[in-house]
């Protein structure tokens, strides 16, 4: 079901989002950013927040994401604040929105210097860090290692449990070691309760995907 609502500004986000997204890698196309939308709005339930402020980081947090624009974190901020300038959206709605952009992807997460921080930021981030886990979570994770030429996996080639931010942005290893390096850390960095629930199911799922991935691996029945 096409995503439709009431909202002029929102609908027109929506809009904005699917153009800037027409030609993206299929786990960070337009549908990702529609299931963090709807994942967003079903936590903001739960939660004291400005839903306007929710909803517009929700749709435009990866409008330009930086691993496909040559590592520049800038681009992505700079398009949503000049859209939403020219929607004359309140300014400190739109610096709430930017900082939630800049602030809520994992690798910056491993930057001891971040220091933003919001309950919109944690409902945007939770619901974004929902659809890389799970089913579509490792659909994801094998989509974009295909889009990369990474292997599946390889036995000598270790996760990297201590990553800085730059070892995150450079690394090419097999998509394996994606699961241990961040999907299955994932659960326990969520902030809301509505997250953390669901975040459970979804993990458990991931944990089963890789023991029957070793057992077909080493050619166990």
Request: aromatic share 10%.
């Given at each position: 079901?096409?995503l ?17 997204l ?11 950013v529609e ?17 306007k ?8 947090h ?13 681009i ?18 739109i610096?709430h929105?930017?900082?939630i952009?800049?602030h ?7 930057d ?17 860090r929902?659809d ?7 659909a994801r ?13 390889d ?7 201590n ?20 999907l299955?850390r ?8 509505t ?6 199911k ?10 029957q ?9």
């Open positions: 079901m096409s439709k609502t009431n909202d002029p500004l929102i609908q027109s986000t929506v809009e904005f989002a699917k153009a800037q027409a030609n993206a890698e299929g786990g960070h196309d337009w549908f990702h299931r963090v939308f709807r994942n967003a709005m079903q936590i903001a339930k739960h939660e004291t927040v400005n839903t402020i929710v909803a517009l980081a929700a749709l435009l990866d409008i330009a994401d930086p691993k496909f624009h040559d590592g520049d974190e800038s992505g901020p700079d398009l949503a604040r000049k859209f939403l300038n020219t929607h004359q959206v309140e300014s400190s709605v610096d929105v930017i900082d952009i800049r809520m992807s994992f690798k910056n997460s491993l001891p210097l971040v220091q933003f921080e919001s309950q919109e930021l944690f409902v945007v981030r939770d619901a974004d929902l890389a886990i799970g089913a579509i979570g490792i994770c094998f989509n974009y290692g295909g889009f990369k030429n990474r292997p599946l996996y036995p000598e080639v270790p996760p990297n449990l990553m800085t931010k730059e070892d995150y942005k450079k690394s090419q290893a097999p998509t394996i070691n994606h699961f241990y390096e961040k299955l994932l659960k326990s960095l969520m902030h809301t309760k997250g953390q629930e669901i975040a459970e979804r993990h458990h799922y991931m944990e089963q995907y890789l023991e991935f070793y057992e077909e691996w080493h050619g166990k029945r």
